[in-house]
């Protein structure tokens, strides 16, 4: 993880929680960096790289499935944000290849589990991105097939919940209540990477982010297009919902109506990682300073929404 010394890291309260089960430390790690004044916290749910060498073991190509499924480094981005801007700040240490934390802890794809199941079985919404491969444990990838060499027992799929999954959003939860009950109103900028997106035509340059907001659902709207505004005045080309607009993390705690707001925001791997976007490169640094002035811009905004209301939304 890059990391710029500053006096707000110097002074930040660092705390850890959950377990790996069979892996090394902790599941997350928090951050509360000092003189912390603007009422924002960064998550990054799919940063974890410590993955137990039985897990290694068990998937078919674990080099090429930590490539595809990490949000690669995107943490090496989000430690650096943060401390810039006193903002909260929590990182996921569990790899997505184990529990996907922007997944419904019922989105289970039961096939793939050995062992006691509940009965009967019902396809709904709350499994339906496990029906494509990429549910609460990811099975299958577009392009590389079935993930594991083996089934997951269900004593395993209990043990990665409890060690995993319920710490993290026990964190995440806590921590927005924290600073809505301090500011009066509390924004979540859940971050994520994403491969380049392919152009639709030969002349087309699609967005190098994306921001989510559940197609108006989980944020304010003045927020949203404060966000967007920002990086198309930067000269970044950005993007709104699509194709990204948000998972379960957004769903479950963008709560406009108490003061919540929760914003997605997607980060092309080709603008901070290497040719083969495994490692950081060079532009790393200019990513950090973007998303450091919009983490600023938009903790400034929001920290007045609790005193004049919601923001209005912007003409069209």
Known sequence: MTETPTESMASALHLSGGDIPGGPGPSYRLWRFGGNTIPVLLAVPHSGRAYPESTLASLRAPDEARLRLEDRYIDAVAYPVAAANAAGLLLAQAPRAMIDLNRSVDDIDWGMIKGSKPKPL???????????????????????????????????????????????????????????????????????????????????????????????????????????????????????????????????????????????????????????????????????????????????????MARRGPIAQAAE
């Not at 002349?203 to 197609?215: C, K, L, N, W, Y």
Request: hydrophobic letters at 40%; one cysteine or more; a positive charge.
């Open 122 to 304: 019902r396809h709904s919404l709350a499994n339906r991105r496990s029906r494509s491969g990429l549910g609460l444990v990811p099975r299958r990838i577009p392009g590389m097939g079935e993930l594991w060499r083996r089934p997951l027992a269900r004593t395993e799929l209990d043990a990665w919940i409890a060690g995993i999954y319920q710490p993290y959003h026990t964190a995440l939860g806590g921590e927005l209540e924290r600073l809505r009950d301090r500011s009066g109103v509390a924004l979540l900028i859940d971050l994520h990477s994403m491969p380049p997106l392919k152009p639709h035509h030969p002349q087309d340059r699609p967005a190098e982010f994306v921001i989510g907001d559940r197609f108006g659902a989980s944020c304010d709207p003045g927020l949203v297009d404060l966000a967007l505004r920002y990086l198309a005045n930067h000269g970044r080309r950005v993007a709104h919902n699509r194709p990204y607009s948000g998972g379960y993390v957004l769903d479950r705690y963008g709560q406009t109506v108490r003061g919540i707001h929760a914003l997605q925001i997607e980060v092309c791997r080709s603008t901070y990682l290497d040719a083969r976007l495994d490692q950081p490169s060079a532009r790393l640094p200019a990513i950090v300073k973007l998303l450091a002035g919009l983490v600023r811009t938009l903790g400034a905004e929001a920290a007045t």
